[in-house]
């Protein structure tokens, strides 16, 4: 199936893609459209790495009901800004949505963490190094919470 791009061009459905693809004019747009994105999509991940740490940050010292609420709302935010950018929005246009069976698989980054973590909680439950790495972290972050509790204290203050 051949349809016009709304900017000029041919697209070709990818049962056809190896008899033509869009256009010289359509692939140069589609380049520079790409770079910008690319830019765009950098520029987010600079000001996230940061913003995302002092984030999380402040959500695990926190405590209480609502902990990490802070963070999961940029992660929306961010969530949102990824499909804005749409990075390779080009690719579906000339391809069609990706197929279950493309060259990479499925599974994504988190579905990855997703296994590992299992891995991690079943060595934890059956007694070993994960259990003690995670019991030290828990008194840390307890610790944290007594420290930034007692700062926010009027008692503090008449020591």
Known sequence: ???????????????NIDKQLPDR??????ILVLQLKLVMDG?????LVP?????????LLKGGEATGSEFYQLLR???????WINLFGAAERVYGPAMV?????AEDIDEL?????????????????????????????HSLHKIA???GSPDLDSD
């Open 149 to 151: 509790s007692r700062r």
């Open 113 to 141: 963490v997703g296994r590992v973590e299992s891995f991690v909680v079943d060595e934890y439950r059956k007694g070993g190094v994960t259990k003690q790495a995670k019991d030290q972290l828990d008194r840390a972050i």
């Open 77 to 83: 935010m961010g969530r949102r800004s990824e499909r």
């Open 101 to 105: 069976n493309d060259r990479f698989p």
């Open 43 to 47: 520029l987010r991940d600079v000001i």
């Open 25 to 30: 004019w359509t692939l140069i747009r589609d």
């Open 51 to 59: 913003i995302s740490l002092f984030v999380g940050t402040l959500s």
């Open 1 to 15: 199936m051949i349809s016009d791009h709304p900017n000029g061009g041919t697209i070709v459905a990818a049962e």
